[in-house]
Protein backbone atom coordinates (compact mmCIF):
# COMPACT_ATOMS: atom_id res chain seq x y z
CA UNK A 1 0.00 0.00 0.00
CA UNK A 2 1.44 3.37 -1.25
CA UNK A 3 1.60 6.20 1.39
CA UNK A 4 0.14 9.57 1.26
CA UNK A 5 2.73 11.74 -0.76
CA UNK A 6 3.16 15.71 -0.48
CA UNK A 7 2.64 17.34 -3.69
CA UNK A 8 3.26 21.11 -3.21
CA UNK A 9 3.22 23.15 -0.11
CA UNK A 10 -0.24 22.56 0.65
CA UNK A 11 -1.26 19.85 -1.27
CA UNK A 12 -1.03 15.74 -0.79
CA UNK A 13 -2.27 13.21 -2.69
CA UNK A 14 -4.28 10.75 -1.23
CA UNK A 15 -4.83 7.96 -4.25
CA UNK A 16 -4.51 4.64 -5.04
CA UNK A 17 -3.17 2.41 -7.40
CA UNK A 18 -5.13 -0.09 -9.29
CA UNK A 19 -3.91 -3.36 -10.57
CA UNK A 20 -6.64 -5.37 -10.46
CA UNK A 21 -9.19 -4.17 -12.88
CA UNK A 22 -8.63 -5.42 -16.26
CA UNK A 23 -10.48 -3.25 -18.66
CA UNK A 24 -11.00 0.31 -17.71
CA UNK A 25 -14.99 1.69 -18.16
CA UNK A 26 -15.44 -2.37 -19.11
CA UNK A 27 -13.19 -1.51 -22.44
CA UNK A 28 -10.09 -0.02 -22.39
CA UNK A 29 -7.10 -2.69 -21.33
CA UNK A 30 -4.57 -0.91 -18.90
CA UNK A 31 -2.32 -4.40 -18.42
CA UNK A 32 0.20 -1.42 -16.30
CA UNK A 33 -2.44 -0.24 -14.23
CA UNK A 34 -4.17 3.06 -13.77
CA UNK A 35 -4.29 5.22 -9.88
CA UNK A 36 -6.76 7.62 -9.34
CA UNK A 37 -5.36 10.21 -7.83
CA UNK A 38 -7.55 12.39 -5.12
CA UNK A 39 -5.99 15.72 -3.05
CA UNK A 40 -6.12 17.36 0.07
CA UNK A 41 -5.53 21.04 0.01
CA UNK A 42 -4.40 22.42 3.13
CA UNK A 43 -5.18 25.99 4.30
CA UNK A 44 -3.80 27.64 7.38
CA UNK A 45 -7.86 27.62 7.86
CA UNK A 46 -10.10 25.40 5.98
CA UNK A 47 -9.29 21.79 4.14
CA UNK A 48 -10.20 20.45 1.06
CA UNK A 49 -10.50 17.39 -0.66
CA UNK A 50 -10.58 17.44 -4.47
CA UNK A 51 -11.95 14.22 -6.04
CA UNK A 52 -12.34 10.93 -4.37
CA UNK A 53 -11.90 6.87 -5.32
CA UNK A 54 -14.01 4.38 -6.46
CA UNK A 55 -15.49 2.58 -3.45
CA UNK A 56 -12.88 -0.69 -3.67
CA UNK A 57 -10.65 1.61 -2.46
CA UNK A 58 -12.32 3.72 0.33
CA UNK A 59 -10.38 1.87 2.99
CA UNK A 60 -6.86 2.40 1.06
CA UNK A 61 -7.93 5.71 0.72
CA UNK A 62 -9.26 7.07 3.92
CA UNK A 63 -6.11 5.90 5.38
CA UNK A 64 -3.83 8.05 3.74
CA UNK A 65 -5.87 10.53 4.49
CA UNK A 66 -5.72 9.63 8.22
CA UNK A 67 -2.59 9.43 7.28
CA UNK A 68 -2.20 13.45 6.85
CA UNK A 69 -5.04 15.06 8.98
CA UNK A 70 -8.59 14.00 10.45
CA UNK A 71 -10.88 13.75 7.93
CA UNK A 72 -13.31 15.06 9.97
CA UNK A 73 -11.63 18.21 9.70
CA UNK A 74 -12.40 18.46 5.78
CA UNK A 75 -15.04 21.29 4.96
CA UNK A 76 -15.18 20.86 1.31
CA UNK A 77 -15.05 17.62 -1.13
CA UNK A 78 -14.46 18.78 -4.93
CA UNK A 79 -15.87 17.11 -6.96
CA UNK A 80 -14.58 17.53 -10.35
CA UNK A 81 -16.01 14.83 -12.47
CA UNK A 82 -18.92 12.29 -11.63
CA UNK A 83 -17.33 8.89 -13.12
CA UNK A 84 -17.97 6.15 -10.42
CA UNK A 85 -13.74 5.79 -10.95
CA UNK A 86 -14.17 9.16 -8.95
CA UNK A 87 -16.72 8.73 -6.55
CA UNK A 88 -18.52 5.55 -5.81
CA UNK A 89 -16.34 6.21 -2.53
CA UNK A 90 -18.43 9.31 -1.68
CA UNK A 91 -21.82 8.17 0.01
CA UNK A 92 -19.43 6.32 2.67
CA UNK A 93 -16.64 8.55 2.38
CA UNK A 94 -19.52 11.41 3.47
CA UNK A 95 -19.96 9.91 6.74
CA UNK A 96 -16.51 10.66 8.04
CA UNK A 97 -16.66 14.25 7.27
CA UNK A 98 -19.77 15.62 9.11
CA UNK A 99 -19.27 19.10 8.18
CA UNK A 100 -18.45 18.93 4.65
CA UNK A 101 -19.89 20.67 1.90
CA UNK A 102 -19.88 19.70 -2.18
CA UNK A 103 -18.59 21.86 -4.17
CA UNK A 104 -19.81 20.51 -7.90
CA UNK A 105 -21.69 22.06 -11.02
CA UNK A 106 -25.44 21.74 -11.09
CA UNK A 107 -25.04 18.91 -13.84
CA UNK A 108 -22.19 17.12 -11.72
CA UNK A 109 -25.23 17.58 -8.48
CA UNK A 110 -28.16 16.28 -10.75
CA UNK A 111 -25.74 13.08 -11.71
CA UNK A 112 -24.69 12.64 -7.82
CA UNK A 113 -28.47 12.22 -6.88
CA UNK A 114 -28.93 9.76 -9.66
CA UNK A 115 -26.05 7.72 -9.21
CA UNK A 116 -26.40 7.97 -5.19
CA UNK A 117 -29.41 9.33 -4.09
CA UNK A 118 -28.28 11.42 -1.48
CA UNK A 119 -30.31 14.49 -0.89
CA UNK A 120 -28.90 15.62 2.53
CA UNK A 121 -26.18 17.51 1.61
CA UNK A 122 -24.81 20.78 2.18
CA UNK A 123 -23.73 21.95 -1.75
CA UNK A 124 -21.58 24.86 -3.16
CA UNK A 125 -23.30 24.90 -6.73
CA UNK A 126 -20.41 26.37 -9.00
CA UNK A 127 -21.57 28.68 -12.37
CA UNK A 128 -19.21 30.23 -14.47
CA UNK A 129 -15.95 30.83 -13.76
CA UNK A 130 -15.30 33.18 -10.75
CA UNK A 131 -16.57 30.61 -7.74
CA UNK A 132 -13.68 30.68 -5.16
CA UNK A 133 -12.97 29.26 -2.47
CA UNK A 134 -10.38 30.73 0.56
CA UNK A 135 -8.67 27.84 2.82
CA UNK A 136 -6.71 30.36 4.45
CA UNK A 137 -3.88 31.51 1.97
CA UNK A 138 -4.78 29.30 -0.13
CA UNK A 139 -7.58 29.87 -2.49
CA UNK A 140 -9.41 27.56 -4.98
CA UNK A 141 -10.62 28.68 -8.12
CA UNK A 142 -13.40 26.33 -10.34
CA UNK A 143 -13.51 26.77 -13.73
CA UNK A 144 -16.40 24.80 -15.97
CA UNK A 145 -14.66 22.80 -19.03
CA UNK A 146 -17.56 20.50 -19.74
CA UNK A 147 -17.09 17.44 -22.04
CA UNK A 148 -13.48 16.78 -20.51
CA UNK A 149 -15.19 13.86 -21.14
CA UNK A 150 -18.27 14.08 -19.24
CA UNK A 151 -21.04 17.10 -19.83
CA UNK A 152 -20.48 18.03 -15.97
CA UNK A 153 -16.97 18.42 -15.99
CA UNK A 154 -14.96 21.31 -14.27
CA UNK A 155 -11.30 21.94 -13.27
CA UNK A 156 -10.07 23.58 -10.03
CA UNK A 157 -6.97 25.96 -9.54
CA UNK A 158 -5.14 26.35 -7.18
CA UNK A 159 -3.91 30.61 -7.44
CA UNK A 160 -1.35 30.72 -5.54
CA UNK A 161 0.68 27.69 -5.70
CA UNK A 162 -0.44 27.52 -9.61
CA UNK A 163 -2.01 24.28 -9.53
CA UNK A 164 -4.24 23.02 -12.22
CA UNK A 165 -6.40 20.19 -10.78
CA UNK A 166 -7.43 18.72 -14.27
CA UNK A 167 -9.44 16.05 -13.54
CA UNK A 168 -9.51 13.29 -16.71
CA UNK A 169 -7.59 15.82 -19.06
CA UNK A 170 -4.30 14.59 -19.49
CA UNK A 171 -4.82 11.35 -17.30
CA UNK A 172 -3.11 8.33 -18.70
CA UNK A 173 -3.00 4.98 -18.42
CA UNK A 174 -0.21 3.47 -15.23
CA UNK A 175 0.57 2.97 -12.21
CA UNK A 176 1.86 5.42 -10.31
CA UNK A 177 5.86 3.94 -8.73
CA UNK A 178 5.97 3.54 -5.25
CA UNK A 179 7.06 6.65 -3.18
CA UNK A 180 6.34 9.02 -6.30
CA UNK A 181 3.78 10.96 -7.89
CA UNK A 182 5.33 14.34 -9.41
CA UNK A 183 7.25 14.03 -12.57
CA UNK A 184 10.54 14.94 -11.48
CA UNK A 185 11.17 12.30 -8.46
CA UNK A 186 9.84 9.62 -11.74
CA UNK A 187 13.12 8.18 -12.89
CA UNK A 188 10.81 7.15 -16.13
CA UNK A 189 9.13 9.76 -16.78
CA UNK A 190 9.81 9.64 -20.45
CA UNK A 191 7.94 6.18 -20.86
CA UNK A 192 4.93 7.76 -19.03
CA UNK A 193 4.95 10.43 -21.48
CA UNK A 194 5.65 9.11 -24.68
CA UNK A 195 5.63 4.91 -23.82
CA UNK A 196 1.91 5.12 -24.97
CA UNK A 197 -0.48 5.23 -21.60
CA UNK A 198 -1.13 9.00 -21.84
CA UNK A 199 -1.87 8.54 -25.76
CA UNK A 200 -3.59 5.24 -25.09
CA UNK A 201 -5.55 7.51 -22.69
CA UNK A 202 -6.47 10.17 -24.46
CA UNK A 203 -7.28 7.72 -27.88
CA UNK A 204 -10.10 5.83 -25.36
CA UNK A 205 -11.38 7.88 -23.23
CA UNK A 206 -10.95 11.68 -25.38
CA UNK A 207 -10.65 11.11 -28.56
CA UNK A 208 -15.22 11.74 -29.34
CA UNK A 209 -14.18 15.25 -27.46
CA UNK A 210 -11.26 16.60 -29.23
CA UNK A 211 -13.45 19.57 -29.58
CA UNK A 212 -13.08 20.15 -26.20
CA UNK A 213 -9.76 20.02 -25.59
CA UNK A 214 -9.36 22.52 -27.37
CA UNK A 215 -11.76 24.83 -25.97
CA UNK A 216 -10.66 24.05 -22.61
CA UNK A 217 -7.09 24.89 -22.77
CA UNK A 218 -7.58 28.03 -24.94
CA UNK A 219 -10.03 28.69 -22.00
CA UNK A 220 -7.18 28.09 -19.94
CA UNK A 221 -4.99 30.71 -21.76
CA UNK A 222 -7.91 33.15 -22.11
CA UNK A 223 -8.51 33.64 -18.37
CA UNK A 224 -4.35 33.69 -17.84
CA UNK A 225 -4.06 30.69 -15.64
CA UNK A 226 -0.54 30.25 -15.01
CA UNK A 227 0.02 26.30 -14.91
CA UNK A 228 3.16 25.57 -13.18
CA UNK A 229 1.92 22.22 -11.79
CA UNK A 230 -0.42 20.24 -13.65
CA UNK A 231 -2.22 17.47 -11.56
CA UNK A 232 -4.77 15.03 -13.64
CA UNK A 233 -6.79 12.54 -11.60
CA UNK A 234 -4.77 9.39 -13.54
CA UNK A 235 -0.78 9.37 -13.58
CA UNK A 236 1.60 11.65 -13.15
CA UNK A 237 1.82 14.90 -11.74
CA UNK A 238 3.85 17.29 -13.87
CA UNK A 239 5.45 20.35 -12.91
CA UNK A 240 8.74 20.60 -15.60
CA UNK A 241 6.83 18.38 -18.16
CA UNK A 242 3.39 20.27 -17.62
CA UNK A 243 3.28 22.45 -20.73
CA UNK A 244 4.91 19.82 -22.61
CA UNK A 245 1.81 17.26 -21.98
CA UNK A 246 -0.76 19.77 -22.52
CA UNK A 247 0.97 20.63 -26.31
CA UNK A 248 0.89 16.75 -26.96
CA UNK A 249 -3.22 16.55 -26.06
CA UNK A 250 -3.60 19.95 -27.79
CA UNK A 251 -1.82 18.37 -31.11
CA UNK A 252 -3.64 15.18 -30.54
CA UNK A 253 -6.88 17.10 -30.59
CA UNK A 254 -6.01 18.79 -33.79
CA UNK A 255 -5.36 16.19 -34.96
CA UNK A 256 -2.00 16.74 -36.82
CA UNK A 257 -1.84 14.35 -39.63
CA UNK A 258 1.45 12.63 -40.62
CA UNK A 259 2.37 10.35 -43.50
CA UNK A 260 0.59 7.26 -41.66
CA UNK A 261 -1.71 4.87 -43.38
CA UNK A 262 -3.20 2.55 -41.40
CA UNK A 263 -3.42 -0.74 -42.96
CA UNK A 264 -6.07 -2.89 -40.08
CA UNK A 265 -6.78 -6.46 -40.67
CA UNK A 266 -8.99 -8.68 -39.62
CA UNK A 267 -8.25 -12.76 -40.80
CA UNK A 268 -9.78 -16.00 -39.61
CA UNK A 269 -7.11 -17.99 -41.44
CA UNK A 270 -4.49 -15.72 -42.48
CA UNK A 271 -6.24 -15.41 -46.49
CA UNK A 272 -6.98 -11.62 -46.27
CA UNK A 273 -3.35 -10.95 -44.43
CA UNK A 274 -1.74 -12.23 -48.07
CA UNK A 275 -2.40 -8.93 -49.91
CA UNK A 276 -0.49 -7.04 -46.82
CA UNK A 277 2.60 -7.03 -48.15
CA UNK A 278 1.41 -5.46 -51.40
CA UNK A 279 -0.48 -3.19 -49.70
CA UNK A 280 2.60 -1.45 -47.51
CA UNK A 281 4.59 -1.68 -50.44
CA UNK A 282 1.67 0.73 -52.27
CA UNK A 283 1.80 2.62 -49.22
CA UNK A 284 5.50 3.28 -49.34
CA UNK A 285 6.09 3.80 -53.28
CA UNK A 286 3.69 6.83 -51.88
CA UNK A 287 5.96 7.84 -49.83
CA UNK A 288 3.90 6.93 -46.62
CA UNK A 289 4.54 5.11 -43.70
CA UNK A 290 2.50 1.65 -43.41
CA UNK A 291 1.19 0.50 -39.42
CA UNK A 292 -0.14 -2.74 -39.14
CA UNK A 293 -3.15 -3.61 -36.93
CA UNK A 294 -4.48 -6.98 -36.27
CA UNK A 295 -8.44 -6.09 -35.82
CA UNK A 296 -8.36 -9.74 -34.01
CA UNK A 297 -5.03 -9.34 -31.20
CA UNK A 298 -4.57 -6.24 -30.87
CA UNK A 299 -6.47 -4.00 -28.25
CA UNK A 300 -9.24 -1.69 -28.77
CA UNK A 301 -6.77 1.10 -27.13
CA UNK A 302 -3.67 0.50 -29.77
CA UNK A 303 -6.55 0.50 -32.53
CA UNK A 304 -7.64 3.97 -31.70
CA UNK A 305 -4.16 5.81 -30.83
CA UNK A 306 -3.26 4.70 -34.17
CA UNK A 307 -5.74 5.67 -36.02
CA UNK A 308 -5.93 9.20 -34.55
CA UNK A 309 -2.87 10.86 -36.63
CA UNK A 310 -3.54 8.77 -39.64
CA UNK A 311 -5.23 10.26 -42.99
CA UNK A 312 -5.64 7.16 -44.40
CA UNK A 313 -7.25 3.88 -43.53
CA UNK A 314 -6.71 0.34 -45.71
CA UNK A 315 -9.39 -2.16 -44.12
CA UNK A 316 -9.21 -5.99 -44.49
CA UNK A 317 -11.31 -9.05 -43.68
CA UNK A 318 -12.87 -11.78 -44.93
CA UNK A 319 -16.77 -12.27 -45.56
CA UNK A 320 -17.87 -14.21 -42.16
CA UNK A 321 -21.65 -15.53 -42.32
CA UNK A 322 -22.76 -12.74 -45.54
CA UNK A 323 -21.69 -10.31 -43.00
CA UNK A 324 -18.83 -8.20 -41.76
CA UNK A 325 -16.81 -9.78 -39.88
CA UNK A 326 -17.01 -9.31 -36.05
CA UNK A 327 -14.30 -7.68 -35.15
CA UNK A 328 -14.05 -5.47 -37.78
CA UNK A 329 -17.59 -4.26 -37.56
CA UNK A 330 -16.28 -3.88 -33.95
CA UNK A 331 -13.55 -1.37 -34.94
CA UNK A 332 -15.47 0.84 -37.79
CA UNK A 333 -18.34 1.38 -35.31
CA UNK A 334 -15.66 2.36 -32.77
CA UNK A 335 -13.97 5.05 -35.12
CA UNK A 336 -17.39 6.19 -35.63
CA UNK A 337 -18.41 6.46 -31.98
CA UNK A 338 -15.22 8.39 -31.75
CA UNK A 339 -15.70 10.81 -34.22
CA UNK A 340 -12.35 9.46 -36.58
CA UNK A 341 -14.12 8.49 -39.64
CA UNK A 342 -12.15 12.16 -41.22
CA UNK A 343 -9.96 9.61 -43.34
CA UNK A 344 -9.94 8.32 -46.69
CA UNK A 345 -10.42 4.72 -47.05
CA UNK A 346 -9.79 1.36 -49.09
CA UNK A 347 -11.03 -2.18 -48.51
CA UNK A 348 -9.87 -5.29 -49.46
CA UNK A 349 -11.61 -9.10 -48.91
CA UNK A 350 -11.82 -12.53 -49.15
CA UNK A 351 -14.55 -14.96 -48.98
CA UNK A 352 -14.94 -18.69 -49.90
CA UNK A 353 -18.40 -19.27 -51.96
CA UNK A 354 -20.50 -15.95 -52.49
CA UNK A 355 -19.11 -13.18 -50.58
CA UNK A 356 -20.83 -10.16 -49.56
CA UNK A 357 -19.31 -9.07 -46.41
CA UNK A 358 -17.21 -5.91 -48.32
CA UNK A 359 -20.15 -4.23 -49.98
CA UNK A 360 -21.35 -4.57 -46.30
CA UNK A 361 -18.27 -2.72 -45.02
CA UNK A 362 -18.28 -0.29 -47.92
CA UNK A 363 -22.11 0.33 -47.04
CA UNK A 364 -20.97 1.07 -43.59
CA UNK A 365 -17.53 3.40 -43.96
CA UNK A 366 -20.31 5.40 -46.47
CA UNK A 367 -22.25 6.05 -43.79
CA UNK A 368 -20.11 6.80 -41.64
CA UNK A 369 -18.99 9.41 -43.56
CA UNK A 370 -15.48 7.99 -44.22
CA UNK A 371 -14.40 9.19 -47.87
CA UNK A 372 -14.29 5.70 -49.72
CA UNK A 373 -12.05 5.58 -52.52
CA UNK A 374 -12.16 1.85 -53.87
CA UNK A 375 -11.74 -2.06 -52.64
CA UNK A 376 -10.36 -5.54 -54.00
CA UNK A 377 -12.05 -8.50 -52.82
CA UNK A 378 -11.55 -12.18 -54.21
CA UNK A 379 -12.58 -15.83 -53.92
CA UNK A 380 -10.11 -17.77 -51.78
CA UNK A 381 -6.76 -17.02 -52.17
CA UNK A 382 -5.56 -13.70 -54.26
CA UNK A 383 -3.28 -13.86 -57.47
CA UNK A 384 -0.53 -11.89 -58.16
CA UNK A 385 -3.06 -9.62 -60.31
CA UNK A 386 -4.66 -9.15 -57.04
CA UNK A 387 -2.39 -8.19 -55.46
CA UNK A 388 -1.18 -6.03 -58.03
CA UNK A 389 -4.03 -4.35 -57.86
CA UNK A 390 -4.33 -3.72 -54.14
CA UNK A 391 -0.88 -1.82 -54.10
CA UNK A 392 -1.97 0.27 -56.72
CA UNK A 393 -5.19 1.24 -54.82
CA UNK A 394 -2.98 1.32 -51.79
CA UNK A 395 -0.45 3.70 -53.98
CA UNK A 396 -3.87 5.93 -54.76
CA UNK A 397 -5.15 6.18 -50.53
CA UNK A 398 -2.18 7.19 -49.60
CA UNK A 399 -1.74 10.15 -52.55
CA UNK A 400 -4.90 11.20 -52.25
CA UNK A 401 -5.09 11.90 -48.68
CA UNK A 402 -1.29 13.43 -48.15
CA UNK A 403 -2.32 15.47 -51.41
CA UNK A 404 -5.35 17.05 -49.85
CA UNK A 405 -3.91 17.27 -46.18
CA UNK A 406 -0.77 18.61 -48.10
CA UNK A 407 1.30 15.87 -46.13
C1 LIG B 1 -17.42 -19.03 -39.61
C2 LIG B 1 -17.17 -18.68 -41.05
C3 LIG B 1 -18.14 -18.01 -41.78
C4 LIG B 1 -17.95 -17.70 -43.12
N1 LIG B 1 -18.93 -17.08 -43.83
C5 LIG B 1 -18.76 -16.89 -45.18
C6 LIG B 1 -19.80 -16.34 -45.99
O1 LIG B 1 -20.86 -16.01 -45.50
N2 LIG B 1 -19.60 -16.18 -47.31
C7 LIG B 1 -18.42 -16.56 -47.91
O2 LIG B 1 -18.28 -16.40 -49.13
N3 LIG B 1 -17.40 -17.06 -47.17
C8 LIG B 1 -17.56 -17.25 -45.83
N4 LIG B 1 -16.55 -17.78 -45.07
C9 LIG B 1 -15.28 -18.11 -45.73
C10 LIG B 1 -14.24 -17.02 -45.53
O3 LIG B 1 -14.76 -15.76 -45.84
C11 LIG B 1 -13.04 -17.26 -46.43
O4 LIG B 1 -12.48 -18.54 -46.17
C12 LIG B 1 -11.98 -16.20 -46.26
O5 LIG B 1 -11.04 -16.25 -47.31
C13 LIG B 1 -11.20 -16.36 -44.93
O6 LIG B 1 -10.25 -15.35 -44.86
P1 LIG B 1 -9.30 -15.26 -43.60
O7 LIG B 1 -8.38 -16.44 -43.60
O8 LIG B 1 -8.56 -13.99 -43.83
O9 LIG B 1 -10.16 -15.23 -42.40
C14 LIG B 1 -16.74 -18.07 -43.73
C15 LIG B 1 -15.73 -18.71 -42.98
C16 LIG B 1 -15.94 -19.01 -41.66
C17 LIG B 1 -14.86 -19.73 -40.89
FE1 LIG C 1 -13.78 9.99 -16.50
FE1 LIG D 1 -11.20 9.16 -14.48
Given amino acids: MTKPLRVTQSV ?61 RIEYLIINHMEPDHTSAIPKILSVMPKVKVVLTPAAFQILKAFYHIETLETIIVKGDDT ?44 LPEGAIVDTNIENIEQYIYGGVLKGYFAGVFSKYRDHVLKAMEKFKALGLKIKVLAPSHGPVY ?99 KKLTDKFVGVFGTFAWAGGGLKRLIDLLNTLGFKYLGGVEVKGSPLLEDLEKAKALAKLIAETAFKEHKL
Avoid at 30 to 49: D, H, M, R, T
Avoid at 52 to 59: D, H, I, N, P, T
Fill in 12 to 72: YWVGVNDFSTKLFEGLWDIPEGVSYNSYLIIGSEKIALIDSVGEKFLEEHLNKIEQVINPS
Fill in 132 to 175: VIDLGGKTLRFIQTPFLHWPETMSTYLIEEEVLFSCDLCGSFKH
Fill in 239 to 337: TIHAKEVMDLWTSWSKPDYTKKVVVAVGSMYGFTFKFVESIVKGIKEAGGEAVILNLVEDSPVKMLEMVIDAPALIIGMPTYEYDLFPPVNYFVNLLGL
